[in-house]
């Protein structure tokens, strides 16, 4: 049986996962572009944009497991 309750924190759930999947979404966009605004020390890919491109992705993907949780 849904209480009050329960739908608040499934719309808790939801927002947690929408902010997990955003700094997903943030940390692969700031590594594939952090050379060409300026925060890259060379122009190639460094390390750390390699970690973000694949970390990135990853966090999205926990975030929308996350988020379907709600349901």
């Known amino acids: 049986m849904n209480t009050p309750g329960d739908q608040v924190n499934a719309m808790h759930i939801?927002?947690?996962?929408?902010?997990?999947?955003?700094?997903?979404?943030?940390?692969?966009?700031?590594?594939?572009?952090a050379d060409s605004m300026g925060f890259g020390g060379s122009p190639d890919f460094g390390p750390g944009q390699i970690t973000g491109l694949?970390?990135?992705?990853?966090?999205?993907?926990?975030?929308?497991?996350?988020?379907?949780?709600?349901d």
């Not at 927002?15 to 572009?33: D, E, K, Q, R, Y």
């Not at 694949?54 to 709600?70: D, H, K, T």
Request: glycine content about 10%; cysteine-free.
């Open 14 to 33: 939801k927002t947690v996962g929408n902010t997990i999947v955003a700094a997903g979404v943030l940390i692969l966009i700031a590594s594939a572009l």
């Open 54 to 70: 694949i970390f990135g992705p990853v966090i999205a993907v926990i975030g929308l497991n996350v988020r379907s949780q709600a």
